[in-house]
């Protein structure tokens, strides 16, 4: 067998870094943070307590990895928009993509909402968090400025307190939660069919 190349042990570090982290988010949106020991998260990894400390310095930076990446594709999530050129296929993609995460990424859609009740016992993330609020709602402030809203700034507030809802009651309700009909009924109020 020959020796691995620097990217194939490139590859196979991100990689057991991921199955860490898929871990760490399982059980912290099953148990909590607080209720989560880096000794479970090991066994549902199936590593050593050492790899994990490689990766991680302790656990709450487990935590900070998995709320950046959740930064990070939100991220993704108004870069994706900006190729768009019209305001309402913009607002409807977004609305999609957040319907989609909260139905097909549950865990993790999950976790950030325990968080986010909670991100005030963790002073950098609590940081992070209100950094990315404050950079993001003027951005969607200014999509419903485009598409002519009275009031965009309020009705943009209103926009995430109902996605934040709707993500909550998915939580509590799943399947019981008719996600389509408040789907549909969110394009038909911002007229986007």
Do not use: C, W
Request: no cysteine; proline share 3%; glycine share 6%.
């Amino acid at each position: 067998m020959s020796p691995r190349t620097k990217k194939q042990l490139a590859d196979h570090r991100e990689s057991r870094r991921e199955e860490i982290l898929n871990a760490a988010l399982e059980l912290f949106a099953k148990n909590g943070y607080h209720n989560t020991s880096v000794e479970q998260i090991r066994k549902k990894a199936g590593v050593s307590k050492g790899l994990i400390y490689n990766y991680f310095k302790e656990k709450k930076d487990l935590m900070k990895a998995i709320v950046m990446g959740s930064m990070e594709q939100a991220g993704q999530f108004f870069e994706t928009m900006e190729e768009l050129t019209n305001p309402r296929e913009k607002l409807k993609l977004l609305i999609d993509l957040s319907f989609d995460y909260i139905t097909k990424q549950f865990e993790h859609s999950k976790l950030m909402v325990g968080l986010s009740l909670q991100v005030d016992q963790f002073d950098e993330l609590d940081q992070i968090v209100h950094g990315k609020y404050a950079g993001t709602m003027p951005l969607l402030e200014n999509l419903l400025k485009e598409i002519g809203f009275p009031n965009p700034k309020e009705e943009a507030y209103l926009l995430a307190a109902l996605m934040d809802g709707i993500g909550i009651q998915y939580i509590v309700l799943k399947d019981d939660l008719p996600v389509e009909t408040l789907r549909n009924y969110l394009y038909q109020k911002y007229s986007l069919i």
